[in-house]
């Protein structure tokens, strides 16, 4: 998978590296003084959270749009705040029942003894996030590891400087810097975050990244939750409702302007379906976003090299022989001006095209032509393992056949990326798209320590097994 990333980082370099030592060694000194805290701090934690979220929620709002040229209200609002808010509401209730001490069975031969399984806080838990969804993907991390009792530092991405600043002086207002730090600054102080010793390390961006923060983290065996990009495909089924089907592909395509991990990326549909799927794609666009430019509630693109890239990816496609539909008849400079790209429908494509070969982070749909679920199930299989995947249709046989064939880190089934804001499911990739989850028990889970304890009963007959052996050894065994 290709490197997404091409612009020059914009760098605010005020984190240095001595720092970030200086930080975790006193985070781990705070934390080894109390290191299983109780519900009733956590609970005050993720309550001051939420509270300084929500109270900061237009601040949040300008800056995330500032540093994109101009970010929807509503996609912070829907797809960050909301999410936090769920996230933090289901695990301030789930919590206390998710760090008990669990019993576990006991095998017959080493009855009376006792087995248990105690959840326990790791330590320092790093956090690396990317621009796309600064908020959420900065603070759902954090939700985890404070319900697990944990202390976390965050470094968010460089793209989103007024973002990472203001996340850096809310959270300063309700956590000391031994609680939960911020980082700010460019690739150089990510990379010198990435060889930390944290407890664990949730990285969230490229899989290109990925693989060197895994790289970075392994040398130190620091264990890792990787949540990286890839290409989500969407099949949709002859059985599907198209208007319904439509709409939810334009929704989740339109959303930050695509610029969305689980973002549906292509479709794949039988060849005689393509041109009225395309039509019907971008009459819903032109009916959601009536204009694009200058259209308050349409995203803008990141930055200058991430708009060439997605042009670059439709010369490419064009030039090799892909029909290209652009939806609305807005003016083409001011777009590139304003940096908006308004939904466009690639057909006629074919796997040598670099929007086959990329995954796309924005809003351009290329179609595949893919005759029966057999040829789409081998598409899928043929490339990397998908973050998302979406079925759309009503024959349960086709949907059941598609979730036994396909492996992806998560599914929405008749709809897209709502897989990804359930609390009770995990969320997370697979191979080259992810590895470990967080979300909800998830979450809990990998920023805790489940730890397995046996307790020996004074009955137990396993001095039996002590030598010198005897006949009542050799019974025990059999
Ligand atoms: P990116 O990989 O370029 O950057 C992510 C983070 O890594 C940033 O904070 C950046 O500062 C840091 N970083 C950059 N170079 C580094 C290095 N050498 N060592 C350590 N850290 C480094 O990703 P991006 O462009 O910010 O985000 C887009 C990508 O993220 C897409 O591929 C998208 O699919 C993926 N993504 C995945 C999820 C998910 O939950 N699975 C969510 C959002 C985005």
Redesign the pocket.
């Known amino acids: 998978m290709v490197?997404?990333?091409p612009d020059k980082p914009v760098s605010t370099g005020t984190t240095k590296p001595a720092e970030l030592d200086t930080v975790l060694a006193a985070q781990r000194a705070a934390f080894n003084k109390n290191p299983n805290s109780d519900w009733a701090s956590r609970k005050a934690k993720l309550v001051t959270l939420r509270e300084l979220i929500l109270g900061h929620e237009a601040e949040f709002i300008k800056a995330i749009s500032d540093d994109f040229g101009n970010r929807a209200a509503e996609d912070t609002l829907i797809a960050e705040c909301l999410v936090i808010q769920g996230g933090i509401s289901h695990a301030i209730k789930h919590t206390p029942k998710w760090m008990k001490t669990r019993k576990a069975p006991t095998a017959l031969q080493y009855l009376p003894a006792k087995n248990v399984i105690i959840p326990q806080p790791l330590g320092v838990i790093g956090i690396?996030?990317?621009?796309?969804?600064p908020l959420q993907?900065a603070v759902m991390p954090l939700v985890g590891a404070l319900g697990a009792g944990n202390r976390a530092m965050i470094?968010?991405?460089?793209?989103t400087p007024r973002f990472s600043q203001l996340l850096k002086e809310v959270l300063a207002k309700g956590f000391t810097d031994e609680e939960v730090f911020v980082a700010t600054g460019g690739?150089d102080v990510?990379?010198a975050?990435?060889n930390l010793t944290f407890d664990h390390l949730v990285?969230?961006?490229?899989?290109s990244?990925?693989r060197?923060?895994g790289k970075?983290a392994g040398a130190n065996l620091v264990p890792v939750t990787l949540?990286?990009?890839?290409k989500s495909p969407v099949i949709i089924d002859e059985s599907a409702k198209m208007d319904m089907t439509v709409a939810r592909i334009a929704n989740g395509k339109l959303l930050n302007a695509g610029q969305t991990?689980v973002a549906p990326d292509y479709v794949l549909m039988p060849e005689a379906k393509i041109n009225a799927f395309s039509d019907a794609m971008i009459a819903k666009a032109e009916e959601f976003f009536p204009t694009v430019a200058g259209n308050p509630d349409y995203t803008s693109i990141i930055a200058d090299g991430h708009y060439a890239r997605l042009q670059d990816l439709l010369e490419d496609a064009e030039n090799k022989g892909a029909t290209i539909r652009v939806a609305g008849d807005d003016d083409k400079q001011q777009l590139a001006k304003e940096r908006r790209v308004p939904l466009t429908v690639v057909t006629n494509t074919t796997p040598d095209m670099k929007i086959m070969q990329e995954?796309i982070?924005g809003p351009l749909l290329p179609v595949v032509a893919s005759e029966t679920l057999d040829d789409s199930l081998d598409t899928i299989q043929k490339g990397e393992r998908p973050?998302a995947l979406y079925w759309f249709g009503e024959n349960k046989g086709n949907r059941d056949k598609v979730l036994r064939e396909t492996i992806s880190g998560g599914v929405s089934i008749n709809e897209t990326a709502w897989h990804v804001v359930q609390e009770d499911i995990p969320f997370g990739?697979v191979g080259p798209s992810?590895m470990g989850a967080y979300h909800g028990e998830a979450g809990f889970q990998s920023f805790s320590h489940m730890k397995g304890v046996f307790i020996q009963s004074k009955f137990s007959q396993g001095k039996n097994l002590f030598p010198p052996y005897t006949n009542k050894t050799r019974k025990m065994i059999g």
Do not use: D, H, Q
């Not at 990285?203 to 899989?207: A, C, D, K, L």
């Not at 949540?227 to 890839?230: H, Q, R, S």
């Open positions: 490197r997404i990333n690396i996030s990317p621009w796309n969804y993907l470094k968010p991405s460089e793209y690739v990510a990379s975050f990435s990285f969230t961006g490229s899989t990244v990925g060197m923060v970075a949540e990286l990009g890839g991990c995954e982070f973050l990739g992810g």
